[in-house]
């Protein structure tokens, strides 16, 4: 199962290295042919990597999950930490606008008592 998983990921990992590689190509964001070469060769050896991983996790086993399943609950998963995570951060910041609204104009008790007047 976590086989499965780890072999997708690495495939959408290789699609999103050629992708980005040609996008930046396209758009004139690195000029250098020897670097988006790189990052396509890296991506294409990933993708690679991965079709054959993923026609090898069925032939060894008969009880073969597909893969849609699998990235689903995988998918379920991550997108219910990555909501907590979400809740996290946005409560934190409330709290730093609540505390910069409450106390942004508070004067220094040190400081000359006519300075704001």
């Not at 998983?5 to 050629?18: E, F, H, K, Y």
């Not at 070469?37 to 060894?60: N, R």
């Not at 934190?92 to 007047?117: C, H, M």
Request: overall charge positive.
């Amino acid at each position: 199962v976590a086989g499965g998983l780890l072999l997708a990921d690495r495939s959408l990992v290789g699609l999103l290295l050629i992708g980005v590689a040609a996008w930046g190509k396209g758009f004139g964001l690195v000029s250098s042919i020897h670097i988006i070469g790189g990052v396509i060769a890296v991506g294409f050896f990933l993708l690679v990597i991965a079709i054959v991983g993923l026609i090898g996790p069925c032939k060894t086993d008969n009880n073969c999950k597909t893969c849609g399943g699998l990235m689903l609950n995988h998918a379920t998963d991550t997108l219910k930490i990555l909501g907590g995570v979400g809740l996290f951060f946005s409560f934190t910041e409330i709290l730093g606008v609540w505390l910069a609204v409450r106390y942004r104009n508070q004067k220094d008790p040190r400081a000359n008592p006519s300075a704001f007047l």
